[in-house]
């Protein structure tokens, strides 16, 4: 595991919690924490990647990471835990389903976590979403639970950036619940 300076992971996370707050400019850095844990709850991995420019998004990055490869084919039941500013594009949906596929009988549970859904307007990301879902993979909104665990206590907050950061992640979690019922819906 390679550990980060501290104003390294001062960014890191900084970006991870302002994604999406209204008079906030999105970033075109994609942050992503990726752990891997046993079916006992021993963490067996713990990394952070960012995307590269107009080249690989941070879900690519992890994805050939050989130490996120082997901590995955070396144990049953993993539980894999991605934190990441943004939800995954169309593009990495196709790579993390094709990655679960090949390994369905490792993987005991798949959480992606993330405070902003990554250009909802686009078609092709709604569905890619609705893909992940419909494989398994658990979608969802980040919650002051989800934030403690990954640094980030929301308590100690100022109580304005506190009530925008728990509005943001509310309404992230409302329309990705609307996006994930629609292929339900329309199934009826």
Sequence with gaps: MVLFDYAIDEEFLTTLLST???DTDLPKRTYLIAVVKT???EEIYNE???NIPNDKHAE???????D???AVADHHNVKIILTSNYSPCSKCARKLISFCKKRERKIRKFIIQFPFLFKMQEEE???GLRSLNEVGVTLRAMNADSWLKVGIDLDYMDVEDKERITERDKKTAYILKQELETKKRNKR
């Design 20 to 22: 999406g707050l209204p």
């Design 39 to 41: 079916d006992n709850g």
């Design 48 to 50: 952070r990647f960012k």
């Design 60 to 66: 690519e990055r992890m994805l050939n990471d050989e």
């Design 68 to 70: 996120f490869l082997r």
């Design 125 to 127: 990301n709604k569905s």
